[in-house]
């Protein structure tokens, strides 16, 4: 059965503290994603990866960094978290070859609290 | 203008009938269309693809791609209560190797 496993489902942390967020996927999908979804705005697109050491900003990369390490991990750090930044934040991986980059995967999610 | 829109809903059926899901999007060079339904509290998972003009049915969901009006719709027969979820729109903006998400549609199918 193929998995998406995110590290932590319910994080809260304070205003200026770094912020790790840990996915990883069994899949050898070469794709990786992170969006966070908010009530009335959807699914937005933060950073995406479609190789090791490859990233590439999405529509909202402000405030986010990434690092891909390894083919199976994908990880999202928030440098300094701001109230703005509490949200759901979703993984997800596909394979590269297009039309099946859209077949997305995602892991279960983790809601971030900021106060 | 978003790059993918839906009706936000709520959209209610009574159980049996068919309920109809539209999304439209603005980039040309997509190329691949997709349906994720996302029960709530649940993450999203893919019900339907399309990739070419016209109809594909899967069980009671029909996908619908109209590439040169940039429409796309979801057809479900026979709803249950089951299916009521939100249903979110995706497309692969090729050029980008993107998947853009709509905000969703809220169906909820009443016994």
């Known amino acids: 059965d193929v998995k998406v496993t995110q590290s932590s489902r319910y994080l809260v942390k304070r205003t200026g503290e770094k912020v790790f967020l840990e996915c990883v996927q069994d899949?050898?999908?070469?794709?990786m994603f992170w969006y966070r979804q908010d009530p009335g705005l959807g699914l937005r697109l933060i950073y995406f990866s479609y190789d090791v050491k490859m990233k590439e900003k999405g529509d909202i990369p402000e405030g986010y960094s990434v690092s891909r390490e390894k083919k199976e991990r994908f990880s999202l750090i928030l440098e300094s978290a701001s109230t703005n930044q509490t949200s759901m934040y979703l993984c997800?991986?596909?394979?590269?070859?297009?039309?099946?980059?859209?077949?997305?995967?995602f892991g279960e999610g983790s809601r971030l609290t900021v106060l | 203008q978003k790059e993918v829109e839906q009706n936000s809903g709520p959209l209610s059926v009574p159980e049996g009938a068919i309920a109809s899901l539209n999304c439209t999007y603005s980039?040309?060079?997509?190329?691949?269309f997709f349906w994720y339904r996302q029960y709530s509290g649940k993450s999203p998972e893919l019900i339907m693809f399309i990739y070419s003009n016209g109809d594909k049915e899967d069980g009671r969901f029909t996908a619908q791609l109209n590439k040169a009006s940039q429409y796309v719709s979801l057809l479900i027969r026979d709803s249950q209560p089951s299916d009521s979820a939100t249903y979110l729109c995706a497309v692969n903006q090729t050029s980008y190797d993107k998947v853009i998400f709509g905000p969703g549609t809220s169906l909820s199918v009443i016994p």
């Open positions: 997800a991986s596909s394979l590269l070859a297009a039309p099946n980059t859209g077949e997305l995967f």
């Open positions: 980039d040309r060079g997509s190329q691949s």
């Open positions: 899949m050898d999908h070469e794709n």
